[in-house]
């Protein structure tokens, strides 16, 4: 995936959880999830931003579980992926460590949560789903 892909990506991620949080209001008693639960309309138009981020190469999907947020990744089956893909990921991940940590804080705030308390984690995967590299982010 290009910087500018995944970076565009993020952006779009962070302003949907930004816009559907702020409208819950932080407290600081309630996880990520709670939050969108709390509003039925919130996950799916995340989970819709996510998939509209995906191309002819791969889907994008969104995990939220308690203060775990995952983006994940799906190479279409009819990407061929060089033998080093994995390290070439990992290695973009690594690049933008700081961009995702400050996401991480930036949903801190927005819950009410001490700094360190969500994670923001980017998963790719192949075509079957094996994971090919991984990386979770916390505010520092």
């Known amino acids: 995936m290009k910087k500018r892909s995944m970076k565009a990506f993020v952006c779009a ?32 138009q995340l989970q819709e931003q996510a998939a509209a981020q995906g191309n002819d190469q791969m889907d994008m999907a969104i995990e939220i579980k308690g203060n ?3 983006c994940i990744a799906t190479f279409k089956d009819t990407v061929e992926l060089p033998d080093d893909a994995a390290d070439t990921l990992s290695a973009g991940m690594e690049q933008l460590g700081s961009a995702f940590s400050g996401i991480a804080g ?10 360190g308390t969500v994670s923001y984690g980017i998963r790719y995967c192949d075509a079957s789903g094996n994971v090919l590299a991984e990386a979770t982010f916390r505010a520092e």
């Open 68 to 70: 775990d947020v995952v």
């Open 13 to 44: 991620t962070v302003m949907a959880l930004s816009m559907m949080v702020t409208a819950c209001g932080g407290s600081g008693s309630k996880t990520l999830e709670d939050y969108m639960k709390e509003d039925a309309t919130a996950e799916q």
């Open 106 to 115: 930036t949903l801190d705030d927005m819950i009410g949560a001490e700094k």
